[in-house]
């Protein structure tokens, strides 16, 4: 399974992925909006974790956005 982790917290992206990988699941992280719908576009990811409160676009938007891929994510996951 691949998971794309997105936030820009620094914290929050070396605690997300130390946790998941431990798991055995792939994971791929961004810190920014632009750099997870790159991410998305060659990984293909199965989840994809949003931080709602991202400095260059906000969560919901990015939502979207990825909704409208011709490949989507089973599962979209928002927290703030």
């Known amino acids: ?7 820009d917290s620094l914290k929050y ?3 997300g992925e130390n946790i998941l990988s431990r798991a055995n699941i792939q994971i791929f992280t961004a810190a ?3 750099e997870i719908l790159s991410i998305h576009k ?3 990811a199965d989840l994809i974790i ?8 906000p969560g919901d938007k990015l939502c ?3 909704r409208k891929e011709p490949f989507r994510a089973a599962g979209i996951n ?3």
């Open 42 to 44: 060659s990984e293909k």
């Open 32 to 34: 920014s909006s632009q």
């Open 13 to 15: 992206l070396v605690s």
């Open 50 to 57: 949003i931080d709602l409160d991202m400095p260059d676009m």
């Open 64 to 66: 979207s956005m990825l």
């Open 1 to 7: 399974m691949k998971k794309i982790l997105i936030t």
């Open 78 to 80: 928002c927290s703030t």
